[in-house]
């Protein structure tokens, strides 16, 4: 005959499990009804119409600015001068710091995708004529693009990971707390596996 489990140790796990349980749903809470809503945003993104607004700006490199330019490499990839990118951040907003920069003969242009939108920056090498363009597809496409982790940034992308493992601490804490409560409640593991069957069945018979 099996011994019944010691009520002290069974105790303790319950407080500890109950403890990291709660910690990891709130450190998650405010996250997951983010990635939930956007969910549905994302799943309905057809029916959600969006109007982007463009802003379109031009200005003209000072001298002093469009010479430090003209020291430029030739052609290929690298970023803009720092002189270039604090003008451009004082005069137009524009946060060029640190991008890649497509380098040639008569232009250098910058690509600056953004979440819930895009923009670009073109500047003519010989005039300092410049040309920048933002596209903003509003609030919604902003945090559809921070769920999908497109154009956010480093920063983002360790939040990212960082709150899947608070999801997983939650998830694995639910679990083992259903099983220590399954002797009193018969009806946990037939709801687990529901949760289990219903999108396996979904994904065989309806997605080819």
């Known amino acids: 005959m099996a011994s019944s489990p010691d009520p002290q140790r069974r105790a303790y796990w319950l407080k500890t499990l109950h403890t990291w349980h709660w910690i990891s749903s709130a450190l998650c809470l405010v996250a997951m009804i983010l990635f939930a809503a956007t ?60 991008r890649e920069a497509e380098w040639s003969r008569d232009e250098v242009y910058v690509a600056l995708p953004r979440p819930g939108g895009d923009a670009w920056l073109r500047i003519t090498r010989d005039t300092g004529e410049l040309e920048y363009e933002l596209t903003d597809r509003g609030w919604i496409s ?30 694995a804490t639910g679990l ?29 018979l309806f997605i080819h």
């Open 142 to 171: 902003y945090f559809n693009d921070l769920h999908k982790g497109r154009n956010t940034g480093l920063a983002w992308s360790w939040f990212l990971d960082l709150f899947a493992v608070v999801c997983l601490l939650f998830c």
């Open 39 to 98: 969910g549905i945003t994302l799943n309905n993104a057809a029916h959600i119409e969006a109007k982007p607004v463009v802003t379109q700006k031009t200005a003209q490199l000072p001298a002093e600015v469009l010479a430090r330019l003209a020291r430029g490499p030739q052609e290929g990839n690298a970023p803009l001068p720092a002189s270039v990118s604090g003008w451009l951040d004082a005069h137009l907003r524009v946060e060029s710091a640190g």
């Open 176 to 204: 083992l707390l259903l099983q220590l409560h399954s002797g009193n409640r018969p009806l946990t593991w037939p709801i687990t596996a529901l949760g289990l069957v219903a999108p396996l069945l979904l994904a065989l």
